[in-house]
């Protein structure tokens, strides 16, 4: 059974379609939800949630029927929002004790368990500051160690990286990783950056008006580009360099010091490696160039 099925749903704010007919299944892993402002990410997981209700299709989570079944879909899921949710005047293990409560725990076991997602996402002793006095990249912190305070197998996160530093923002990717990788968590990544969505998801919907218009897995959607290929030898490198342009090959120096090259389509890849062994070197580096997840996703909103 799959975690999240999605069949046809539509949603409308008074004339303005937010979803129309979205379509599609996740059955665990990392996914990434891409979509330009305004394409209904944030209405797609309001409607995961139970907060709206579909004006026709079906939705559903862990096989129960949203928003009837709602509140027995929450009990597995966790959600980050974009927005902030800092208590102000209480301390972070205040405020996921309180959380913990909210999902039936005795205020023991949710202190307890406070503490252990707290330790998990690197809070310190910050945990026991008010809230008002926190950093963004620490609000960004605990409210994503809200999300994880009840154990849940299905985690909604909006905008994670939203704010953060750099380091900040790898360290909270790396945490997200751990989780759909060594804990068999299913996240669902709603961001506008891709390499966020990159680092941590192998899959990915792309959501444009309103409609999933491109879905599948990232290493299938950024297949290699037809004749394209990235290459380096050891030695020898001009006269490598003239053997190629002499076979037809269109020739670029990357950044890195690699070659670019865009072999005649009737050349076979094995050649370059017998040209190189006709000038006297070895190939080192030879990779297929792949599709950016960018192209994928600009080709898939209409503006590629």
């Not at 597995?76 to 004790?97: D, H, K, Q």
């Not at 030695?235 to 076979?247: S, Y």
Request: some cysteine; charged content about 20%.
């Amino acid at each position: 059974m799959a975690i999240i099925e999605l069949n046809g749903v539509e949603v409308s704010y008074g004339a303005t379609k937010a979803l129309q007919g979205a379509t599609c299944s996740i059955e665990g892993g990392g996914v990434g939800l891409l979509g330009p402002n305004g394409a209904g990410k944030s209405t797609l997981l309001k409607t995961l949630l139970g907060f709206i209700r579909a004006d026709a299709g079906e939705a559903s989570v862990f096989g129960h029927r949203l928003p009837q079944e709602a509140l027995a879909a929450r009990q597995r899921l966790g959600y980050m929002p974009e927005r902030e949710i800092v208590a102000r005047n209480v301390s972070a293990v205040s405020f996921l004790t309180y959380c913990g409560q909210l999902f039936g725990m005795k205020r023991a076991d949710a202190m307890e368990r406070a503490h252990e997602v707290l330790n998990y996402v690197g809070a310190g002793d910050s945990r026991y500051r008010k809230m008002q006095t926190y950093s963004t990249g620490m609000a960004q912190r605990i409210k994503f160690a809200q999300a994880l305070v009840h154990d849940p197998k299905l985690l909604l996160l909006d905008e994670p990286t939203n704010g953060l530093d750099p380091e900040g923002r790898i360290e909270m990717l790396e945490l997200i990783k751990e989780l759909v990788v060594r804990r068999g968590v299913t996240v669902v990544l709603s961001s506008h950056l891709l390499p966020d969505v990159e680092h941590v998801c192998e899959q990915v919907l792309v959501i444009h008006q309103g409609q999933i218009v491109r879905e599948g897995s990232i290493r299938a959607l950024t297949s290699a580009r037809e004749n394209l290929f990235e290459l380096s030898v050891r030695e020898n490198k001009q006269a490598f360099r003239q053997a190629l342009a002499h076979a037809g090959c269109t020739l670029h120096t990357q950044p890195n010091g690699n070659l670019l090259v865009a072999k005649p389509p009737a050349m076979n890849p094995r050649e370059f490696f017998e040209l190189a062994r006709a000038k006297g070197t070895q190939v080192r580096h030879f990779v297929p160039v792949r599709h950016r997840l960018e192209e994928v996703f600009m080709q898939a909103i209409g503006r590629n």
